[in-house]
């Protein structure tokens, strides 16, 4: 159980294009769900934290404009990258936690995105 | 800002136990230890949490100080497949996961 997928793995785009990117909890509801960045032998970033229904909250320094996040149910969670340059290329991983056991934290497999 | 200090890396020989470190001096009464793992170009995988007692798992031991100013992950039988960077992360139910650089753990043969 506790399983989170994310689509696509792996993503090339042009400069310029938006990408979305989206995550799912497979087996179990989540109410709150998170975004990381990770760039190359770097840990992981914490970009946003998202409640379904509700507004995302960004961490400083992450623009909110550039990084859309809609959390429109208690299983998916989508993030999109707009006017993506190569800057924006990273390893993106969502994570959830579980409606009834907030002490939980699932992470899915990440999406690589390549800006050229 | 990660309220965890860990060895930057480790080496353990494969089938002895490995002994991951974690300082985190600054813990306040309401806040868990968490250990999450990383293999290569994976998602975070969860290992174990615990509060002030000792746990066990079917995939590590968690042992915490009693002054709880610090801990250790045991994993018994290192594996190659056990080669990752583990994370120690200290935080209260309803706080955020903020990772700190971890230990990259390597087993070898």
């Known amino acids: 159980g506790a399983v989170v997928s994310q689509h696509p793995s792996r993503v090339i785009c042009k400069s310029g294009t938006s990408v979305k990117i989206e995550c799912r909890s497979l087996?179990?509801?989540?109410?709150?769900m998170f975004w990381y960045r990770q760039f190359p032998k770097q840990s992981l970033m914490l970009m946003a934290t998202?409640?379904?229904?509700?507004?995302?909250?960004?961490e400083q320094g992450v623009e909110k404009d550039k990084f859309l996040i809609n959390h429109a149910s208690l299983t998916l969670s989508t993030l999109t990258v707009t006017s993506a340059h190569p800057e924006d290329s990273s390893f993106y991983i969502c994570?959830?936690?579980?409606?009834?056991?907030?002490?939980?934290?699932?992470f899915g497999p990440g999406t690589r995105l390549t800006v050229t | 800002d990660a309220k965890t200090t860990q060895p930057t890396s480790m080496d353990c020989a494969e089938g002895r136990a490995a002994n991951l470190p974690c300082n985190h001096s600054?813990?306040?009464?309401?806040?868990?230890v968490y250990w999450y793992r990383q293999i290569h170009s994976q998602g975070p995988q969860y290992i174990i949490h615990?509060?002030?007692n000792n746990e066990t798992n079917e995939m590590a031991s968690l042992i915490i100080t009693e002054d709880r100013k610090s801990s250790t992950l045991i994993l018994p039988h290192a594996t190659l497949r056990d080669t990752a960077v583990y994370y120690c992360?200290?935080?209260?139910?309803?706080?955020?996961?903020?990772f700190g650089t971890g230990t990259r753990l390597q087993v070898f043969p």
């Open positions: 994570s959830a936690r579980p409606r009834p056991r907030p002490y939980e934290q699932y």
């Open positions: 087996d179990f509801q989540a109410t709150t």
């Open positions: 998202s409640n379904e229904g509700s507004k995302a909250t960004y």
């Open positions: 600054t813990i306040s009464g309401n806040e868990y």
């Open positions: 615990g509060l002030k």
């Open positions: 992360i200290v935080r209260d139910n309803t706080d955020k996961l903020i």
